[in-house]
């Protein structure tokens, strides 16, 4: 988000200030200031548009499929939501917000381009002759004694050794190339108008720019002469692109000319510049974790095993050098890619806490991958401005769903089941940022059927399991969808489909782990929209479908 982006810069760009103004702005090194200035401001911008990758490689578990798959045949109702890429509720005030911020920031350069324009006509009604880069101008011209771009502009009524004075001052501007620097400091004061510091900063790459040029002045001029011609010839402060030869407030100049040089020794100091740069970028450089998904087929025996997996394993429990931190649950354990069943670990009488995560095989010290907790991705479908369908009497899906979502986390939660929820208040979320993670173990979005036309007959009151045929891993949805079809087809009090349906949404098609939606009633029937309401009912079915997801894991 480009808003949370501009804060990163913002507050980078007042740690490299306080650094400068507390350590680096009172030296009389006025060249490697100007380089901390610029070059700090760009790095300020650089450092949050940094992403580092940090590759995680996930191990997942994929049951061999052991029972037959029965699909309905009956019509699936339920539909991906049309606008399903809109974000936020009906007002966006995040997606408000960013247009007021680029519409001021439009302003602003459109007013720099305006300023600019400004100077070019002023320039050409007060001119009174140019030679080479040099314009005169006449005395009562608001723009003189000053440089612009590649120009020199003095004003024409000033004794000749006044001039050659602004001429030696103004063309230390122009041979440096100040004006880059002042244009860069000019965008980004456009960019980030609503941060003071920016305008801080800019005044300090104004003052370095005069300290450049009456350092270099002064090596050929009588200092007290300069300063009282700097004192002559001020002028109110002013914003435009433009470097003045003498503008208010003259104080600092006046005292870094007469300033003693410092020491050699003292550019040391500029060190400094190393830590801080490292502190902004541990803190604002953006971490992504990249994980590399291994999909194991779990099988169960140890007779299963082949020679060498088993003369491995028998390696592995001899040479244990290290333990994990704290019990997993694993069914398999990989070494360099190579698979071995826990079983053999169990047969050996090892607890859960003594599986090895480092072990040393044919004398190389190799690392134990062993799979991550069990985490369980809830999505309470719709939401927000998708409001879904409404029963008769009014009750919107996207209502029921997040309230059944609950009560599934709050019983996974007594049984210290991980379960994360997609939404936990009415919002719309679009459906590709419901997917799980591919960590995740499996993830089930909950919905509640209704009958497209009001008058229609509902068909069928009850649960339904629906998976995506489309998926390229549809197997093991599959797996998932039998088995909690098992486990839920102990519910009395309402039916349960006895077969999956197979349905083209994008959840279901395009999730990287197992992926259900369950219909859990149909609001269009008073019997089911009853039955379902009640919260003991409610937590019935979330604790057979808690049933199903754990017999889906040891499966």
Known sequence: MILIYLLKVSVCLLIFFATYKLILSKLTFFKFNRIYLLSTLLISFGIPALTVEHKQEVIVQQPVLNSPVTYSNDQTFEHDFTDGDMTGDSISWTAVAEYAYFFIVGVLVMRSLFMMGYIKRNLRKSMISIIDSVILVSADSKIKNCSFFDKIIIDSSLPEHEKELILRHESVHVNQAHVIDKLIVNLAACILWFNPIVYFWRSEIDNNHEFLADEKTAETTNKGHYASLLLNLAMPSNSLIVNSFSKLPLKNRIMMLYKKPDSGFQKLTYLIVIPVISICCFAFVNKKDVLVRKVVTITSGVGKQSKRAKKLT???????????????????????????????????????????????????????????????????????????????????????????????????????????????????????????????????????????????KVPFEGIEVIVSKQNPNIKYAEELGSTMLKSLSSLSGTTVRDSLKDANLLLLRESKVPALVIELGNISSYKSLAYFSDEKNLRIISNLILDGFIAYTKS
């Open 314 to 456: 028998a390696t592995l429990l001899k040479n244990i050098e290290d333990t994990v931190s704290k019990p997993v649950i694993a069914d398999t354990i990989i070494v360099n890619s190579q698979t071995f069943l826990s079983a053999d670990f169990i047969n050996n009488k090892l607890s859960l806490d003594e599986v090895p995560k480092r072990a040393t095989i044919d004398g190389e010290l190799r690392d134990l991958v062993v799979n991550k907790e069990l985490v369980l991705v809830v999505d309470a479908g719709h939401g927000g401005q998708d409001g879904a369908s409404k029963s008769p009497s009014g009750i919107a899906e996207k209502d029921l769903n997040l309230r059944a979502a609950k009560i599934l986390k709050e019983e996974a939660d007594k049984r210290n089941i991980k379960v994360l929820l997609t939404r936990d208040r009415d919002k719309m979320i679009p459906l590709r940022d419901r997917l799980p993670d591919e960590s995740a173990t499996a993830f089930i979005s909950i919905h509640h059927n209704s009958m497209p036309r009001p008058n229609m």
